[in-house]
């Protein structure tokens, strides 16, 4: 079926006004009145015109509001699902994350927003530090680089781009994978090679975790079932449970 064009559909309601406009001047042969009441309602029009845009206009800009937020929120669990928890888990090898720490973001099903508050600022206050010598870096090396193109779709999703934090943290991470894919052996690095990807780890380990709070916090609110499964598979729980395919 042919698709009619919006010109043509103008210039037909154009034609059909002035018809009806002419048949009702033959009809009463008040042609005074009939301009009276055309000029009463061409002067209403711009009033118009601007309630319906302010109105409809802030309805539709609301609703791709919300439906965009949705789709960020979406993206950023998918990415927690399948990169972002593993990632903290290799993380994890290399942080001395204090106790205080680690047992605020022990979450669980009971906890309410003012658990998620009190989680947020002492991670905020939490002083980690990276230690290389702790973890196996070739290990993490192999784990980052099996996830740098997923991390990559990720970036590419323009509803990311208006999550500063979320892009802030990718690129963190993305930085810390090409920080160790440029070096060919990571044995016997120099004390500088080793202090630079400590400086890396806390920064994209600290990203990690204040995204994932936020997104556990997003899920407890919005999909309860996703979040009793997100709980389980909690890193810093002492019964988390790691789900394998």
Not at 87 to 111: K, N, Q, S, Y
Not at 156 to 164: K, V
Not at 171 to 195: Q, Y
Not at 220 to 241: C, D, I, M, T
Request: proline share 3%; hydrophobic share 55%; glycine share 4%.
């Amino acid at each position: 079926m042919k698709k009619i064009k919006p010109a043509l559909i103008l210039a037909a309601l154009l034609l059909l006004a002035f018809g009806l406009y002419a048949l009702q001047v033959v009809l009463f042969a008040k042609p005074s009145d009939t301009g009276f009441y055309f000029l009463q309602d061409l002067a209403f029009l711009p009033l118009q015109v601007a309630i319906v845009t302010l109105a409809l206009g802030g309805f539709i800009s609301s609703r791709e509001k919300k439906e965009r937020l949705r789709k960020i929120d979406m993206a950023i669990n998918a990415f927690f699902s399948e990169a972002g928890a593993e990632i903290i888990r290799c993380l994890m090898a290399f942080e001395r994350v204090p106790e205080a720490a680690a047992a605020l973001l022990r979450i669980d099903t009971g906890w309410g927003a003012a658990d998620f508050r009190r989680a947020r600022e002492g991670l905020a206050r939490a002083a980690m530090r990276a230690d290389c010598a702790q973890g196996d870096l070739a290990c993490l090396k192999t784990s980052l680089a099996a996830r740098r193109d997923f991390m990559m779709l990720m970036l590419e999703n323009p509803n990311l781009l208006e999550h500063d934090a979320f892009t802030d943290m990718l690129w963190a991470v993305f930085h810390l994978t090409d920080e160790l894919l440029a070096r060919g052996s990571l044995d016997n690095l120099p004390a500088a090679d080793i202090a630079h990807l400590e400086g890396d780890i806390e920064r994209a380990f600290g990203a990690l975790l204040r995204q994932w709070l936020a997104n556990m916090e997003h899920l407890k609110a919005a999909y309860p079932y996703l979040y009793s499964l997100e709980v389980r598979r909690n890193p810093f729980a002492s019964n988390s449970v790691v789900f394998r395919d």
